[in-house]
């Protein structure tokens, strides 16, 4: 693909240190990635695992795939999670800091003694693995990964180029987000022309079992318009899934429905699961996701972030407020003066 003519060589040096120690793995290659995956999650470890196959290497993905994403994986591409790691296997964990065991899902990475490969593009990462490559200026780990392919010299195919599309259009928002770059761009078209099917991806993607639209029903009489319409916060708990015949997999898209209100530039979904709380949060217009899913212990990206907290969620929701209240307050404070 030659898609980093205009990338820093500190980058170029990175892509083909792990290029280099995924080609000379002669053992299993265990690939990676967070809890509750999306389409980044899924689309750079298909991405990865197809290329890394086509090279003739033993590649073992374990990976709970939602619902919601089903439709992408052939039968037998993903496993059941590792109960124990394969001898002289390496690690290649995608889209997830290797550094954070409680969030990687698949196997268990603090009973793991051999090397580990880390592909990430979050700025909370804290880059430490055997060979590395962190970029928060790439818009989703799929588009490196594109680029960890080519150093790999692997034979680019549409079962390849699919994926990563999948990860890139996903983590993008379509090609919205203000995190797109012209570089974005390029390595879109690149796939496209190696065969990815990128209409096919949308109708499948657009298409949502009717529980989720009854379960959205529940969801909107929980809305809430705060800091004077800036915010949208809306929940979800076992009841409401109770009632719509519905599951949690069905919640992960509400929060780009809310982050869509009129005049909003935080957007808030609350799973409430009983004795712990997850958010997702999604912002614009100066305001960071990201700013208040570290001050609640979480992390991700300035337009998109979350936190998880074992808490009930009256409490949660106080420190939430204050989060969202010191956020909204550092970003007006930061806003040139009209």
């Known amino acids: 693909m030659n898609g980093m003519n205009d990338a820093a060589p500190r980058y170029a ?11 000379e793995q002669a053992g299993p290659i265990v690939v990676l990635t967070h809890e509750n995956p999306d389409g ?28 919601f994403l089903r ?41 793991f003694a051999g090397e580990v490969v880390n592909i ?4 909370t990462n804290l880059r430490r693995a055997d060979a590395l490559l962190v970029d928060p200026g790439r818009p989703a780990t799929a588009m490196m990964v594109a680029e960890v392919v080519d150093a790999l010299g692997a034979p680019w195919s549409e079962a390849i180029a699919t994926p990563l599309m999948l990860g890139l259009t996903t983590d993008t928002g379509n090609f919205r987000f203000d995190s797109v770059t012209p570089q974005t761009f390029e390595v879109a078209a690149r796939l496209r022309a190696h065969g990815a099917r990128l209409g096919w991806l949308n109708d499948q993607l657009g298409q949502n079992p009717r529980s989720y639209y009854l379960l959205l029903r529940e969801v909107l009489d929980t809305l809430e318009f705060l800091h004077g319409g800036r915010v949208v916060l809306a929940r979800v708990d076992d009841a409401m ?25 935080l957007a808030v979904m609350v799973k409430d699961f009983g004795d712990r709380v997850k958010l997702s949060l ?52 930061a806003a040139p003066a009209s």
């Open 120 to 123: 990430d593009h979050h700025g």
């Open 241 to 265: 899934l109770d009632r719509a015949g519905s599951s949690w997999e069905d919640v992960e898209s509400y929060v780009n429905l809310l982050r869509g209100a009129e005049g909003s530039v």
């Open 282 to 333: 999604r912002s614009r217009g100066g305001v960071s996701a990201q700013n208040i899913a570290v001050a609640l212990g979480g992390g991700g990206h300035v337009p998109a972030a979350g936190a998880s907290l074992a808490l009930p969620y009256a409490e949660v929701r106080a420190r939430l407020d204050e989060a969202i209240t010191a956020e909204l307050g550092r970003a007006d404070a």
């Open 71 to 111: 439709f992408l994986p052939q039968p037998g591409e993903i496993s059941p999670r590792l109960e124990a790691w394969p001898p002289q296997a390496l690690a290649a964990v995608l889209d997830v800091d290797n550094n954070d065991p409680g969030r990687v899902a698949g196997a268990d990475l603090r009973a």
């Open 40 to 67: 980044d999650a899924l689309g750079s470890v298909l991405g990865l695992t197809r290329a890394l196959r086509a090279l003739g290497k033993t590649v073992v993905a374990p990976m709970d795939v939602p619902r």
């Open 13 to 23: 040096q990175d892509v083909a240190a792990v290029a280099a120690k995924l080609r």
